[in-house]
């Protein structure tokens, strides 16, 4: 009964902006941990940033400086401004969270189905 929906991709030029949301919803017990990871064709999800409970955060070394992780707790929304846009950032973004449904005793991962960001040189 979670789910993720992720909001915000499209294709911009190098230098620009974007700003994606996720928000989960449904029968949720707790949500901690959320984040973003992104994907490219033949390659593995890598993380991009974390934003935990406490809103401590963690970049990749290759976004720090550019991107920007945030959260509403009230919404249960996760987001990511991406600033100084590189063609390199060209790839599907996925929203993470670690949520305790209702229905459970433990925790799950959760993903979104990703949405796609291009950035054009």
């Known amino acids: 009964q979670v789910q993720l929906v992720e909001s915000g991709g499209g294709l911009v030029q190098a230098g620009g902006s974007l700003r994606l949301s996720c928000a989960a919803s449904?029968?949720?017990?707790?949500?901690?941990?959320m984040g973003w990871y992104r994907q490219t064709p033949g390659k593995q999800r890598d993380l991009v940033a974390t934003?935990?409970?406490?809103?401590?955060?963690n970049y990749a070394d290759s976004v720090k400086g550019r991107f920007t992780i945030s959260r509403d707790v009230a919404k249960n929304t996760v987001y990511l401004q991406m600033n100084s846009l590189k063609p390199e950032d060209t790839a599907v973004y996925y929203c993470?969270?670690?949520?305790?449904?209702?229905?459970?005793?433990?925790?799950?991962?959760?993903w979104g189905q990703g949405t796609q960001v291009t950035v054009s040189s």
């Open positions: 449904g029968s949720i017990f707790r949500l901690n941990a």
């Open positions: 934003i935990a409970s406490d809103f401590s955060t």
């Open positions: 993470y969270a670690g949520i305790r449904p209702i229905s459970e005793s433990y925790y799950l991962p959760y």
